[in-house]
């Protein structure tokens, strides 16, 4: 449906002008047809900097594929509940788990999903961790322009921040990704983290999430989030094989 209604052409109300009149009060005035809403919102889509390989990301489609893991069920109507309040959540969320049980798909879907469906309309972005810091990285010339790249990533409404921890950084990195997650907490917007690191690491040796982002963003994250852990098993390599094995028989 959103399909048919964001093409200019296929608009029955207003033949793709993107305005329809309508009488008030016995006055004729031009308003912004629906089409024009819905186009703009697919635009802040698009723009938010989704990989295409999410793009498909919905709730809905959020399967409660393992009746062995109840963090799966717990996870998406904590999720859940964030869109349906939003704007009126007073936290973010931090989704933690391993690889492959759908953190990003989630923080994702939730993503689209206030996009597509608040009002006033949302800005949102999505970050994925390793590219930023290497973007970030890349301006170490001293030309000044890492706040730049920054500055979309503070001021947007709410940012998907995924895989936090992953890839190398360095402190001077570390102090601006500090002021990113800061500047978001003092001017209370909303972010929503994945990362594939824990406090408590499983196997020794494995690096915790502190020792990945320092002391002070961790405990940051923690102020400002909701945290939800995903303890299940990768959806990737057991219920897709399953399927492909299914197709083959
Ligand atoms: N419960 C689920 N229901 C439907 N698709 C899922 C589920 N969990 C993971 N996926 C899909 O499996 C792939 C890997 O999930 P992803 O969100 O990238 O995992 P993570 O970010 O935790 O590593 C993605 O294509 C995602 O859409
Ligand atoms: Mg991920
Ligand atoms: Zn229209």
Sequence with gaps: MTQAITDEAACPLCDGTGWILVEESGVEMARRCECAEARLRERSV???GIPDRYRHCTLDDFELWNPEDPTLGKSLRVVQEFVDLYPNVDKGLVLMGPVGTGKTHLAVAALQQILREKRPPVHGRFADFTSLVLEIQMTFDGSGSSREILRPLVECDVLVLDELGA?????WVMDLLYYLVNTRYLE?????FTTNYSDFPKKTGEESLTDRVSQRIRSRLWEMCRRIELRGRDYRAERLAAR???LNR
Aim: net charge positive.
């Design 46 to 48: 698009t723009r938010a």
């Design 188 to 192: 209370n917007r909303l972010t929503i």
């Design 244 to 246: 492909e094995g299914g």
């Design 167 to 171: 890839g190398k950084t360095t402190p």
